[in-house]
């Protein structure tokens, strides 16, 4: 890849591309310590609500304990990179106001902790690579916006879902394929799960139980297929999607039986196979059919590209390497929005409840339609945290706007408003 070739030029230059990580957590952290085996790239910055985290976060990654510098102004954090020393700072926007930094990587899963973080790059004209679905997933579009007016890039993460499927996305239709089906393969649902029932495999696994649970009740890929969809527009078959179960082998047999080969092109996502994700696409050029019979490709005029390698936190600096290096985004939304991931009850809830929101015990999301929702009066689940229900609400029915009230107006509230008004649709946010 030519980006590693720019890299070693940098590096022997002793120009690397400075990374400053807010949210050292499971993927922050992962992020931090393939950047440390990488020429070219070094983290001057880590940043977590929490201080010793961000410390330790640098430990991990062979920074020495006296070459850390704890600051909390711009100054000394300036002071203290000119010096080589790294930065840890429990305010997670400050690096975006360090003159040493190119680029803000952003992991920390909370909706309005990733838009602060990411308004504040764009306010100072630094690049934001954000492992955050659940805030681009509701706000991303805003974002997007503001980073084009700034002159920066605004980007998800290569090496997670929607990064990889974007990256086949671009080769199949780059090499003018059309592209027919966007999909993530899943291993499990459970619906009903809870940071309880998930919290063995969250302490097994090194994550926290909330995301474990976003992972399992299937909140996740809804929002990461969002993700696709509102940076290709590509939209869902149907409220959740389908969720096929197949093989390699036979997908392409079993999305046709299914009548998803015919229509516009989707997002979608299965089981059966253990990971990856994959796009289907189309030629009608019959010579390419017969040289690609040749090559095992299958008969046509569908033929499947897929991907089982899920490395984000090993993959994720290149995201950032590339934003410095040529100005470009992994993935972001395209404009205006095309789809929406609705909230819906986990289980019965009473009036009066203030939901837990993405990853908890109250709620769930699936993808929707943005029309449909608009018209259905949905909660985007990425909003739900803190709403408080105007009525009860039985197992696996809706949440709309109605059924809630804001106690106070959050920044993804207010973004979410002014998202709305941006891009000419229906006003989604009721305070």
């Given at each position: 890849m030519?980006?590693?070739a720019?890299l ?11 990374v ?60 203290a990179i ?8 429990s ?7 360090i ?6 990587m ?6 309005e ?7 504040a ?23 997007k ?16 879902q929607?990064g990889?499927l ?25 619906r ?7 919290q ?5 696994n ?23 969809a ?7 078959a ?5 969720g ?39 030629t ?5 059919q ?5 090559l ?6 569908h ?7 899920v490395l ?6 290149i ?14 939304p395209?404009?205006a ?5 609705a ?5 019965g ?16 999301g ?13 909660l985007?689940v ?5 709403a ?6 039985a ?6 706007l109605?059924?809630v009230e ?12 002014e ?8 006003a989604?946010?009721?305070?």
């Amino acid at each position: 890849m030519h980006v590693f070739a720019q890299l070693e030029r940098r590096e022997a230059l002793g120009q690397p591309v400075r990374v400053a990580v807010a949210g050292t957590g499971f993927m922050g952290q992962g992020a931090m310590r393939q950047i440390k085996r990488m020429k070219g790239m070094r983290v001057v910055c880590a940043a977590n609500r929490t201080l010793e985290k961000a410390i330790a976060a640098l430990l991990a990654t062979g920074v020495r304990f006296d070459d850390i510098a704890v600051c909390d102004n711009p100054h000394d954090a300036s002071r203290a990179i000119a010096a080589g020393r790294a930065v840890a700072t429990s305010d997670l926007v400050l690096a975006a106001s360090i003159p040493e930094v190119d680029v803000v990587m952003e992991a920390t899963g909370n909706v309005e902790a990733g838009a602060r973080v990411a308004l504040a790059a764009i306010e100072n004209r630094k690049h934001i690579v954000a492992a955050n679905p659940e805030c681009q997933a509701t706000v991303g579009p805003l974002i997007k916006h503001r980073a084009d007016q700034a002159g920066v890039v605004y980007s998800d993460i290569d090496g997670d879902q929607p990064g990889l499927l974007m990256k086949l996305y671009d080769y199949c239709t780059g090499n003018g394929l059309q592209a027919v089906v966007a999909g993530n393969c899943k291993g499990v649902l459970k619906r009903y799960a809870t940071p309880a029932t998930q919290q063995a495999y969250a302490q097994e696994n090194g994550i926290s139980p909330w995301i474990a649970t976003a992972a399992a009740d299937g909140t996740k890929i809804n929002l990461e297929m969002a993700i696709v969809a509102n940076a290709t527009g590509m939209r869902p078959a149907q409220r959740g999607m389908n969720g096929i179960t197949t093989t390699v082998e036979t997908l392409l047999e079993d999305f046709e039986r299914a009548g998803l080969l015919a229509g516009a092109p989707i997002v979608e996502f299965t089981f059966g196979i253990p990971s990856g994700v994959f796009i289907i696409a189309r030629t009608d050029d019959r010579q390419l059919q017969d040289e690609w019979r040749y090559l095992k490709m299958g008969p046509g005029p569908h033929y499947l590209f897929h991907n089982s390698r899920v490395l984000a936190d090993f993959d994720s600096p290149i995201s950032a390497a590339e934003a410095v290096l040529y100005g470009t985004a992994t993935i972001a939304p395209k404009g205006a929005p095309v789809a929406e991931v609705a909230t819906f009850a986990k289980t019965g809830l009473k009036a009066g409840t203030a939901l837990d929101g993405i990853g908890g015990f109250h709620c769930y999301g699936e993808i929707i339609d943005l029309k449909d929702g608009q018209a259905a009066g949905v909660l985007p689940v990425g909003l739900c945290e803190g709403a408080v229900l105007r009525r009860d609400i039985a197992i696996d029915q809706p949440i709309g706007l109605d059924d809630v009230e804001f106690e106070v107006e959050t920044l993804p509230l207010r973004l979410r408003r002014e998202q709305d008004a941006l891009f000419g649709e229906k006003a989604v946010v009721l305070l």
